[in-house]
């Protein structure tokens, strides 16, 4: 069993490398080794999911919403959970990448890249969700602010309009930060690719990149720059999307504490998906050298974090109910702990609080396996909170004569899984396309931790 | 594959018409044919060559559809607009019938179709106000199930070949013999003219009345009383104590519309009646009383026994009523073997009644000697004529003869329906009938099973069903002949106090349908007559002298003025100034003073002999359920006593196809789609019944399996369960909805049947229930005042609500300088009963979703009745709370519309513009009153037929768009347009929203709130107007009088247990 020092003392990098030994170890995921069997199965998993999720927003678009199990007055259900799940989920990426960029934080290094991709994909997940939600979803872009002829403007004190900037800035800064991360790699790539193929596409994306030293100046300015843009994201877009339901009158949405424990909720969660993806890659991969247990160790402690602010507003909303006396909060409250969805509030303190709590021990941390599962079971959990936020505070409202029990149909868990496939699917093909951690940035690593022994 | 129907049979008609105004107008009639098969296709199976088919009739339809007035000359209403424009409704006045009883209506048909129905002002049935079925009636108009041909033993036939056959049949039996008509309770003069000379005409020929829901019971009652049928037409506006004893005055009594109103404005008026019901099925009537008990249906005979006790007692009267009560128990006291006088049977029933009933005998007969001559009590019509006839006595004995006039019975020829079913049943079986012609009804569906009318129909050798569709009488006869809708043809027909409409159609009969006049015309003299000629010859032979100016008037105003006076009854005067003749009651009175005393000295009748023997006598049947709360009976099986009725929203099964009724979520169980039955909190728990468990019902004859609802304020004990589903041939929306209780109708039983053996079985159906959670929680709802504070706010000691005054906002206020529209709703008034959800629904274009979709909470109604339950589940309160949209002047639903498609009008109206909506349904879930209707699916499908009903102001909303109550937009832009061309304002009451329209009570009231002489801000001057959630600071336009109750009767508090 780890101790809590042995743990500490865990290298950000195992071993010794050489610039070479780098670029061969990560490149060669990419442009040499064949596909290993975990990834086909993977991609063959994920992709049925993906052919699933195709087929179920097909028959969306076909059909309308009420292919799904929505209802009155439970009109938001399986659609925005998913979204609010997925903005949250690419929280961490971002918060790895230009939050501890700024923090100087060195063994970000070598997860940033994947999460920034786990982000991105996240997003991109994130924002098909209202889009599908969408009663008519072909006029999507009526949210958007654009001169048409009628002179209609979107109604700005809707939420929703906020949302739209909110995740349109997020997604824009994500891309290009991502992208920005990746010129110097993708000249490695170019550099080290045997095909013609492979030079002329890596090429291209690499923008010219050779390498020189007014690069590397402008680079690093330009990349601190875009963190410091990047950062203030991590807070203001998921308190934007918690204004969605802060902003609505429903007791269990209309709460001021609702921002920071959304962000803390996002970062949890981000965490959580950032081990699931962590854990099986490196072990696929044998990446084992660059993503260590100290870099697992550090995203649990993260976790335990965020765990504990969930868990703070948990108990803060439940205060605030009976402190407030407002009889349509306390009766929120009790439905939610005694309700018809009554299990789904245990499942939540059961994976977002209990299950936890084990991360206070280094030998769980120290054990991947272990870490992995707590991960998916948080990753469930934060699920489930949003599902909660939004379904047990609309399913009984103000009106006992409007009460109504929502029951998901096939195709609210066929877009669930379906998005979940399609996620995978992505960051497989990312895996295989792409540098899955920093070349460059690894490199550095390696000569300063080299420069340390 | 359905072929297109031969063009012959039409052409065949269009040759009977008499005129033709050209031969476009003679070929238009040709492709008239078509569209009952395009909509008849099932979609899906449509081939190419059928397709082309389908489009080249509808191109036909589209083109030819314009101009379906009737050929004969109708009569726009008076207070109608002129026709002095297009794109004008025009009202017809006319009168549609609710089991035989006439219900004055306006027809609003907009460019020729029929799309609403009012009611009709005048008429005194109606007054301006409607009940569910007659708004319904107009989507059976355009139903695309009915039947648009004539089928001869199934197969597509004319009406000529029709005509002959009959005529040859007439012709065969000069004298009638083997010849029986059997038609549904007949009011209508002039068919019951027809008849008579047709039986004069054929003396062996039978006449034959059977209606499944039918007053027998109260015209033997009658006969009992005082030795001939009456009918009883009370003055409920008048009356200072009411008592219904299994009575549903407002909701199912004939004339229940206007009772209704008479009620209404009788307790908003400065004397508020109190109203005692006593029931074992909770009916509207039980919501609205002031005190209601609980007691088994079967058991009311003996309250009224105990009652008849209760007021003989120490009066001079005594002898008389006792006498009354002693004669009525006699006929049924045969089965007990122990016939008993007067008090003595009383106080017998009174020892057998709970503690609860002797406190409610107590209080009712204290009112109702403090309140003599001012007085009503009423018998429901299920209850056996023994009971009728003590009430009869009873309301003599209080000298309430001023509110219960009595008349000749509305219905023609009254004898006993139940009889006469028995009789022709017995006829056919022993083949004294060859021929049997049935206008209207549906004998094999709806009539007690033990009779098998079906079986006896089969074996006939020609039998004729005219009916609107191939039901599953029509497919046991050897012709079904498609009638023409009541809005399409020509007819008469009486109301609850005898007036006569005229029925005037709105429109020529879509398909090839005929009305049982035309039927009966080739009976009298083998020449089938039209129907316009059949009533108005019969009119003009009443009224030869100024017969133009008196039928232009009958026909405008919708009554024949002083119809009701020809008979004996009095007229009831309007409450409010409706001009109508009122012929002194006294009449009445003296009449009723000259019956001999009850049945006492004279044998009643052999058919009320068999009637009182059925019904279980006050003391026999009580024993005999007694044993149902032992659970040690031997078979295992619980005993329990069924009580079979009409169902709220189908009747007695006329209604299966009609989507809209269907749909309507049941007053007091909010069931749709279904049927149930109803067991009490009580009984479920102590046999560990929930909702949704199946149970077994089993007669001596019968078993049926139906599916539980646990009913609060349900007697123990007894089962409830509706009759009207389960319909075999009724059309696609109809069938196989529901439980089929008929088997469990017996015509020695009939509605209450006693001893049957009620076990659950394995399985569980769902039920489609608008409304999922009947307690308000303990949150201000719907708001109770008692009876004292309602009257020191009438005058001025009272203080004012206390969320008058609005909260601080962020936002600035609005400013309304021409209208700002509003709505006041009493809960005081409203009854429950639903109308305005379905008048709503015909007004503006909303659609039907199906029992799945209301499983899953996505019924579209704009306007929903809330109901709730205060106090222990087996006696609760039941509160009712129309809910529309708030038209909030704070919308929280405006606020959160990214694409601003839910915004404000300059008149304070939240409007929702459907072309933008989006649909992210965020604007529903921020209204707290959850009155906002979503668009899950394309809900609205292009059915021909179907199209033709919808109202042209309003637009049809697609799929993924947010609807929601509009106040009648279109209405008030009608107004204003109106207005407009004159110069002026629009004025109060000028607009009038459909469910305030509809309202028999007058809960709803809307108007100006800027005019300060409005009605709506008279209502809302009442310092007991308040606003549902008024905590939000949402600021509702649509506010809310309290319910006013009795102090002193509140219910005791739940305990435990409470229905969920």
Same mark, same amino acid.
Request: charged share 20%; net charge neutral; proline share 6%.
């Given at each position: 069993m780890t101790d809590e020092s042995a743990l500490a003392a865990t290298p950000v990098l195992a071993g010794r490398y050489t610039d070479a030994s780098i670029t061969d170890k990560i490149a060669d995921i990419v442009l040499v080794r064949p596909a290993h069997w975990g990834w086909v199965a993977g991609a063959f998993v994920s992709g049925a999911l993906a052919i699933l999720f195709l087929v179920a927003v097909s028959w969306l678009f076909i059909d309308g919403v009420g292919i799904w199990g929505v209802d009155q007055p439970v009109a938001w259900a399986f659609a925005i959970t998913n979204f609010v799940w997925w903005v949250g989920i690419g929280h961490a990426g971002t918060f790895i990448s230009a939050f501890l960029l700024l923090l100087r934080q060195r063994w970000r290094t070598s997860v940033n890249r994947f999460a920034e991709a786990m982000t991105i994909f996240a997003v991109a997940m994130a924002g098909l969700m209202p889009i599908l939600h969408l009663? =008519?979803? %072909? &006029? &999507?872009? %009526?949210?958007i602010p654009y001169p048409d002829i009628m002179n209609v403007w979107p109604q700005w004190r809707s939420p929703l309009i906020w949302d739209i900037f909110a995740i349109g800035t997020y997604i824009i800064v994500s891309l290009l930060f991502w992208y920005m991360g990746l010129i110097a790699d993708l000249a490695t790539l170019r550099d080290a690719a045997k095909k013609r193929w492979q030079r002329v596409v890596y090429g291209l994306l690499a923008l010219g990149w050779r390498g020189d030293a007014r690069h590397w100046a402008r680079f690093d300015s330009a990349y601190l720059l875009m963190a410091g843009l990047a950062t203030p994201l991590v807070i203001s877009v998921h308190s934007v999307v918690s204004l969605d339901f802060a902003i609505g009158n429903t007791p269990g949405w209309h709460s001021t504490i609702f921002p920071p424990y959304f962000v803390a909720g996002a970062l949890f969660s981000g965490f959580a998906m950032a081990i699931t993806l962590a854990v099986p890659m490196r072990r696929v991969f044998h990446l084992e050298a660059f993503i260590t247990e100290r870099h697992l160790d550090n995203m649990a402690k993260l976790m335990l974090v965020c765990c504990f602010i969930v868990t703070y507003s948990y108990l803060v909303e439940i205060f605030m109910a009976y402190y407030s006396a407002d009889p349509f909060a306390i009766a929120m409250v009790e439905n939610r702990m005694g309700g018809p969805y009554a299990g789904v509030y245990w499942a939540v303190v059961l994976c977002n609080v209990v299950v936890p709590q084990s991360l206070w021990w280094a030998g769980v941390r120290a054990r991947p396996v272990a870490l992995f599962a707590i991960a998916i079971v948080v990753n469930i959990g934060m699920w489930l909170e949003r599902f909660m936020i939004i379904v047990t505070s609309l399913n009984r409202d103000f009106l006992p004569s409007a009460w109504h029990i929502y029951v998901p149909t096939f195709w609210d868990f066929a877009t669930l899984l379906g998005s979940i496939g399609l996620f995978v699917l992505l960051f497989l093909g990312f895996l295989r396309v792409l540098p899955a951690i920093s070349i460059a940035e690894m490199r550095k690593l390696a000569r300063d931790v080299g420069a340390e022994r | 594959m359905p072929e297109v129907t031969p063009i012959s049979p039409s052409l065949a008609t269009a040759a009977q018409r008499r005129f033709w105004r050209g031969l476009d107008e003679l070929e238009g009639a040709a492709p008239r044919e078509v569209p009952q098969d395009v909509v008849t296709f099932e979609p899906p199976r449509l081939a190419r060559r059928a397709f082309l088919g389908v489009m080249a009739a509808s191109a036909a339809l589209a083109a030819g559809g314009c101009s379906r007035a009737p050929l004969e000359t109708i009569v726009p209403y008076r207070n109608g607009p002129a026709q002095d424009g297009y794109g004008k409704p025009v009202f017809y006045a006319s009168a549609l019938e609710r089991d035989g009883y006439a219900i004055g209506v306006l027809v609003e048909t907009n460019m020729g179709r029929p799309t609403k129905i009012e009611g009709n002002p005048l008429h005194p049935a109606s007054l301006g106000a409607t009940d569910i079925f007659t708004q319904a009636a107009v989507l059976e108009l355009w139903d695309p199930d009915r039947s648009t041909a004539s089928l001869r033993n199934g197969a597509v036939d004319t009406w000529p070949r029709f005509v002959t056959e009959l005529r040859e049949r007439v012709i065969a039996a000069p004298d009638g013999d083997g010849i029986a008509l059997l038609t549904e309770t007949v009011t209508s003069p002039t068919l019951h003219d027809q008849i008579r000379t047709f039986l004069e005409g054929h003396p062996r020929a039978r006449w034959h009345q059977y209606q499944p829901v039918n007053r027998d019971n109260v015209y033997d009652g009658s006969r009992l009383a005082l030795g001939e049928a009456v009918e009883p037409v009370y003055r409920f506006g008048d009356a200072a104590v009411i008592v219904a004893l299994d009575a549903d005055i407002v909701g199912a009594l004939p004339g229940a519309v206007r009772h209704a109103r008479d009620i209404a404005v009788a307790r908003r008026g400065a004397t508020r009646p109190t109203i005692h019901a006593a029931e074992g099925s909770p009916s509207l009537t039980g919501a609205l009383a002031d005190r209601r008990l609980v007691i088994r249906t079967g058991e009311i005979a003996m309250l009224a026994d105990a009652l008849a006790a209760q007021i003989g007692g120490g009066e001079s009267s005594a002898a008389q009523v006792g006498g009354a009560a002693g004669g009525a128990a006699q006929g049924g006291g045969a089965a007990s073997g122990a016939p008993q006088v007067g008090g003595a049977a009383s106080g017998v029933a009174t020892a057998a009644l709970g503690a609860d009933a002797r406190a409610w005998l107590d209080r009712v007969a204290a009112d109702l000697a403090a309140h003599r001559g001012r007085a009503i009590v009423v018998a429901g019509d299920r209850q056996p004529a023994g009971v009728h006839a003590r009430v009869h006595a009873i309301n003599r004995a209080l000298g309430n003869d001023a509110l219960v006039a009595t008349r000749e019975p509305v219905a023609f020829d009254a004898g006993n329906q139940g009889d006469s079913l028995r009789a022709l049943a017995s006829d056919m079986r022993a083949g004294r009938v060859t021929t049997l012609v049935m206008l209207g009804g549906n004998p094999v569906y709806a009539s007690p099973r033990d009779l098998d009318f079906g079986g006896a129909l089969r074996k006939l050798p020609w039998s004729a069903h005219l009916a609107l569709h191939a039901d599953e009488t029509s497919a046991a006869s050897t012709w079904h002949v498609a009638a023409a809708h009541a809005l399409e043809s020509w007819g008469d027909a009486r109301a609850f106090d005898g007036t006569v409409a005229i029925r005037q159609p709105a429109i020529a009969p879509l398909y090839d349908g005929h009305s049982a006049h035309e039927v009966v015309s080739v009976l009298v003299d083998g020449n089938p007559r039209p129907g316009h000629a059949i009533v108005r010859d019969f009119w003009q032979r009443r009224h030869p002298a100024g017969f133009d100016a008196f039928w232009d008037a009958s026909l405008r105003d919708g009554i024949v003025r002083e119809s009701a006076a020809t008979s004996r009854a009095s007229v009831l005067p309007a409450p409010s100034s409706a001009k109508r003749s009122a012929a002194p009651a006294v009449a009445a009175s003296s009449a009723l003073a000259a019956v001999p005393t009850a049945a006492t000295t004279s044998a009643p009748p052999a058919a009320i002999a068999t009637q009182a023997t059925a019904a279980p006598s006050a003391t026999t049947a009580a024993p005999a359920v007694r044993p149902a709360s032992d659970p040690s009976s031997a078979t295992g099986a619980i005993v329990v006593e069924l009580v079979l009725a009409p169902d709220p929203t189908l009747g007695d099964g006329r209604h299966a196809n009609n989507a809209w009724l269907q749909e309507l979520p049941k007053p007091l169980t909010t069931l749709t789609w279904c049927n149930a039955a109803w067991i009490s909190p009580r009984f479920a728990a102590a046999h560990e019944l929930a909702n949704e468990d199946i149970v077994e019902l089993r007669t001596a004859s019968a078993t049926v399996r139906a599916p539980v609802w646990i009913m609060p304020g349900h007697a123990d004990d007894a089962v409830t369960l509706h009759l009207g589903h389960g319909r075999t041939r009724a059309g696609r929306v109809g069938n196989g909805v529901g439980v089929d209780a008929w088997p469990l109708f017996d015509s020695a039983t009939r509605a209450i049947v006693p001893g049957v053996a009620l076990a659950k079985v394995d399985g569980r159906e769902r039920l489609a229930a608008a409304q999922t959670h009947h307690r308000m929680e303990g949150r201000d709802l719907v708001r109770l005042v008692s009876r004292e504070e309602a009257a020191r706010c009438a005058g001025s000691g009272c203080t004012p609500a206390r969320e008058r005054e609005p909260t601080e906002s962020l936002y600035p206020p609005f400013k309304y300088d021409g209208h700002r529209w509003g709505m006041s709703i009493d809960l005081d008034a409203c009854n429950g009963c639903a109308a305005c959800t379905i008048a709503c629904q015909a007004e503006n274009n909303i659609p039907v979703v199906g029992r799945d979709e209301v499983l899953r909470g996505r019924e579209m109604h704009w306007i929903r009745i809330d109901r709730y339950y205060e106090g222990a589940p087996s006696a609760p309160r039941t509160l009712f709370q129309p809910v529309p949209c708030m038209q909030c002047e704070h919308a929280p639903c405006e606020e959160v519309c990214p694409v601003e498609a839910s915004v404000h009008d300059t008149e304070g109206l939240n409007v929702q513009v459907y072309n933008r909506c989006v649909g992210t349904r965020f604007c529903s879930n921020n209204c707290p009153y959850k009155v906002r209707r979503f668009n899950w699916h394309a809900y609205t499908r292009d059915v021909p037929a179907l199209d033709a009903q919808r109202n042209p102001e309003v637009t049809v909303r697609m799929r993924g768009v947010m609807e929601k109550c509009s106040y009648c937009i279109q209405r008030i832009e009608r107004a204003r347009i109106d207005a407009d061309r004159g110069n002026r304002r629009i004025a109060d009451g000028e607009v009038v929203t459909a469910c305030q329209a509809v309202c028999p009570t007058q809960a709803i009231v809307f108007g100006d709130l800027n005019d300060p002489a409005s009605a709506v801000n008279a209502r809302k001057a009442s310092p007991l107007d308040y606003a549902l959630l008024a905590e939000l600071n949402? =600021?509702? =336009?649509t506010t809310y009088l309290p319910r006013i109750v009795d102090a002193d009767a509140a219910p005791p508090p739940a305990q435990g247990g409470a229905p969920a």
């Amino acid at each position: 069993m780890t101790d809590e020092s042995a743990l500490a003392a865990t290298p950000v990098l195992a071993g010794r490398y050489t610039d070479a030994s780098i670029t061969d170890k990560i490149a060669d995921i990419v442009l040499v080794r064949p596909a290993h069997w975990g990834w086909v199965a993977g991609a063959f998993v994920s992709g049925a999911l993906a052919i699933l999720f195709l087929v179920a927003v097909s028959w969306l678009f076909i059909d309308g919403v009420g292919i799904w199990g929505v209802d009155q007055p439970v009109a938001w259900a399986f659609a925005i959970t998913n979204f609010v799940w997925w903005v949250g989920i690419g929280h961490a990426g971002t918060f790895i990448s230009a939050f501890l960029l700024l923090l100087r934080q060195r063994w970000r290094t070598s997860v940033n890249r994947f999460a920034e991709a786990m982000t991105i994909f996240a997003v991109a997940m994130a924002g098909l969700m209202p889009i599908l939600h969408l009663g =008519r979803p %072909w &006029f &999507f872009y %009526w949210l958007i602010p654009y001169p048409d002829i009628m002179n209609v403007w979107p109604q700005w004190r809707s939420p929703l309009i906020w949302d739209i900037f909110a995740i349109g800035t997020y997604i824009i800064v994500s891309l290009l930060f991502w992208y920005m991360g990746l010129i110097a790699d993708l000249a490695t790539l170019r550099d080290a690719a045997k095909k013609r193929w492979q030079r002329v596409v890596y090429g291209l994306l690499a923008l010219g990149w050779r390498g020189d030293a007014r690069h590397w100046a402008r680079f690093d300015s330009a990349y601190l720059l875009m963190a410091g843009l990047a950062t203030p994201l991590v807070i203001s877009v998921h308190s934007v999307v918690s204004l969605d339901f802060a902003i609505g009158n429903t007791p269990g949405w209309h709460s001021t504490i609702f921002p920071p424990y959304f962000v803390a909720g996002a970062l949890f969660s981000g965490f959580a998906m950032a081990i699931t993806l962590a854990v099986p890659m490196r072990r696929v991969f044998h990446l084992e050298a660059f993503i260590t247990e100290r870099h697992l160790d550090n995203m649990a402690k993260l976790m335990l974090v965020c765990c504990f602010i969930v868990t703070y507003s948990y108990l803060v909303e439940i205060f605030m109910a009976y402190y407030s006396a407002d009889p349509f909060a306390i009766a929120m409250v009790e439905n939610r702990m005694g309700g018809p969805y009554a299990g789904v509030y245990w499942a939540v303190v059961l994976c977002n609080v209990v299950v936890p709590q084990s991360l206070w021990w280094a030998g769980v941390r120290a054990r991947p396996v272990a870490l992995f599962a707590i991960a998916i079971v948080v990753n469930i959990g934060m699920w489930l909170e949003r599902f909660m936020i939004i379904v047990t505070s609309l399913n009984r409202d103000f009106l006992p004569s409007a009460w109504h029990i929502y029951v998901p149909t096939f195709w609210d868990f066929a877009t669930l899984l379906g998005s979940i496939g399609l996620f995978v699917l992505l960051f497989l093909g990312f895996l295989r396309v792409l540098p899955a951690i920093s070349i460059a940035e690894m490199r550095k690593l390696a000569r300063d931790v080299g420069a340390e022994r | 594959m359905p072929e297109v129907t031969p063009i012959s049979p039409s052409l065949a008609t269009a040759a009977q018409r008499r005129f033709w105004r050209g031969l476009d107008e003679l070929e238009g009639a040709a492709p008239r044919e078509v569209p009952q098969d395009v909509v008849t296709f099932e979609p899906p199976r449509l081939a190419r060559r059928a397709f082309l088919g389908v489009m080249a009739a509808s191109a036909a339809l589209a083109a030819g559809g314009c101009s379906r007035a009737p050929l004969e000359t109708i009569v726009p209403y008076r207070n109608g607009p002129a026709q002095d424009g297009y794109g004008k409704p025009v009202f017809y006045a006319s009168a549609l019938e609710r089991d035989g009883y006439a219900i004055g209506v306006l027809v609003e048909t907009n460019m020729g179709r029929p799309t609403k129905i009012e009611g009709n002002p005048l008429h005194p049935a109606s007054l301006g106000a409607t009940d569910i079925f007659t708004q319904a009636a107009v989507l059976e108009l355009w139903d695309p199930d009915r039947s648009t041909a004539s089928l001869r033993n199934g197969a597509v036939d004319t009406w000529p070949r029709f005509v002959t056959e009959l005529r040859e049949r007439v012709i065969a039996a000069p004298d009638g013999d083997g010849i029986a008509l059997l038609t549904e309770t007949v009011t209508s003069p002039t068919l019951h003219d027809q008849i008579r000379t047709f039986l004069e005409g054929h003396p062996r020929a039978r006449w034959h009345q059977y209606q499944p829901v039918n007053r027998d019971n109260v015209y033997d009652g009658s006969r009992l009383a005082l030795g001939e049928a009456v009918e009883p037409v009370y003055r409920f506006g008048d009356a200072a104590v009411i008592v219904a004893l299994d009575a549903d005055i407002v909701g199912a009594l004939p004339g229940a519309v206007r009772h209704a109103r008479d009620i209404a404005v009788a307790r908003r008026g400065a004397t508020r009646p109190t109203i005692h019901a006593a029931e074992g099925s909770p009916s509207l009537t039980g919501a609205l009383a002031d005190r209601r008990l609980v007691i088994r249906t079967g058991e009311i005979a003996m309250l009224a026994d105990a009652l008849a006790a209760q007021i003989g007692g120490g009066e001079s009267s005594a002898a008389q009523v006792g006498g009354a009560a002693g004669g009525a128990a006699q006929g049924g006291g045969a089965a007990s073997g122990a016939p008993q006088v007067g008090g003595a049977a009383s106080g017998v029933a009174t020892a057998a009644l709970g503690a609860d009933a002797r406190a409610w005998l107590d209080r009712v007969a204290a009112d109702l000697a403090a309140h003599r001559g001012r007085a009503i009590v009423v018998a429901g019509d299920r209850q056996p004529a023994g009971v009728h006839a003590r009430v009869h006595a009873i309301n003599r004995a209080l000298g309430n003869d001023a509110l219960v006039a009595t008349r000749e019975p509305v219905a023609f020829d009254a004898g006993n329906q139940g009889d006469s079913l028995r009789a022709l049943a017995s006829d056919m079986r022993a083949g004294r009938v060859t021929t049997l012609v049935m206008l209207g009804g549906n004998p094999v569906y709806a009539s007690p099973r033990d009779l098998d009318f079906g079986g006896a129909l089969r074996k006939l050798p020609w039998s004729a069903h005219l009916a609107l569709h191939a039901d599953e009488t029509s497919a046991a006869s050897t012709w079904h002949v498609a009638a023409a809708h009541a809005l399409e043809s020509w007819g008469d027909a009486r109301a609850f106090d005898g007036t006569v409409a005229i029925r005037q159609p709105a429109i020529a009969p879509l398909y090839d349908g005929h009305s049982a006049h035309e039927v009966v015309s080739v009976l009298v003299d083998g020449n089938p007559r039209p129907g316009h000629a059949i009533v108005r010859d019969f009119w003009q032979r009443r009224h030869p002298a100024g017969f133009d100016a008196f039928w232009d008037a009958s026909l405008r105003d919708g009554i024949v003025r002083e119809s009701a006076a020809t008979s004996r009854a009095s007229v009831l005067p309007a409450p409010s100034s409706a001009k109508r003749s009122a012929a002194p009651a006294v009449a009445a009175s003296s009449a009723l003073a000259a019956v001999p005393t009850a049945a006492t000295t004279s044998a009643p009748p052999a058919a009320i002999a068999t009637q009182a023997t059925a019904a279980p006598s006050a003391t026999t049947a009580a024993p005999a359920v007694r044993p149902a709360s032992d659970p040690s009976s031997a078979t295992g099986a619980i005993v329990v006593e069924l009580v079979l009725a009409p169902d709220p929203t189908l009747g007695d099964g006329r209604h299966a196809n009609n989507a809209w009724l269907q749909e309507l979520p049941k007053p007091l169980t909010t069931l749709t789609w279904c049927n149930a039955a109803w067991i009490s909190p009580r009984f479920a728990a102590a046999h560990e019944l929930a909702n949704e468990d199946i149970v077994e019902l089993r007669t001596a004859s019968a078993t049926v399996r139906a599916p539980v609802w646990i009913m609060p304020g349900h007697a123990d004990d007894a089962v409830t369960l509706h009759l009207g589903h389960g319909r075999t041939r009724a059309g696609r929306v109809g069938n196989g909805v529901g439980v089929d209780a008929w088997p469990l109708f017996d015509s020695a039983t009939r509605a209450i049947v006693p001893g049957v053996a009620l076990a659950k079985v394995d399985g569980r159906e769902r039920l489609a229930a608008a409304q999922t959670h009947h307690r308000m929680e303990g949150r201000d709802l719907v708001r109770l005042v008692s009876r004292e504070e309602a009257a020191r706010c009438a005058g001025s000691g009272c203080t004012p609500a206390r969320e008058r005054e609005p909260t601080e906002s962020l936002y600035p206020p609005f400013k309304y300088d021409g209208h700002r529209w509003g709505m006041s709703i009493d809960l005081d008034a409203c009854n429950g009963c639903a109308a305005c959800t379905i008048a709503c629904q015909a007004e503006n274009n909303i659609p039907v979703v199906g029992r799945d979709e209301v499983l899953r909470g996505r019924e579209m109604h704009w306007i929903r009745i809330d109901r709730y339950y205060e106090g222990a589940p087996s006696a609760p309160r039941t509160l009712f709370q129309p809910v529309p949209c708030m038209q909030c002047e704070h919308a929280p639903c405006e606020e959160v519309c990214p694409v601003e498609a839910s915004v404000h009008d300059t008149e304070g109206l939240n409007v929702q513009v459907y072309n933008r909506c989006v649909g992210t349904r965020f604007c529903s879930n921020n209204c707290p009153y959850k009155v906002r209707r979503f668009n899950w699916h394309a809900y609205t499908r292009d059915v021909p037929a179907l199209d033709a009903q919808r109202n042209p102001e309003v637009t049809v909303r697609m799929r993924g768009v947010m609807e929601k109550c509009s106040y009648c937009i279109q209405r008030i832009e009608r107004a204003r347009i109106d207005a407009d061309r004159g110069n002026r304002r629009i004025a109060d009451g000028e607009v009038v929203t459909a469910c305030q329209a509809v309202c028999p009570t007058q809960a709803i009231v809307f108007g100006d709130l800027n005019d300060p002489a409005s009605a709506v801000n008279a209502r809302k001057a009442s310092p007991l107007d308040y606003a549902l959630l008024a905590e939000l600071n949402t =600021r509702p =336009r649509t506010t809310y009088l309290p319910r006013i109750v009795d102090a002193d009767a509140a219910p005791p508090p739940a305990q435990g247990g409470a229905p969920a």
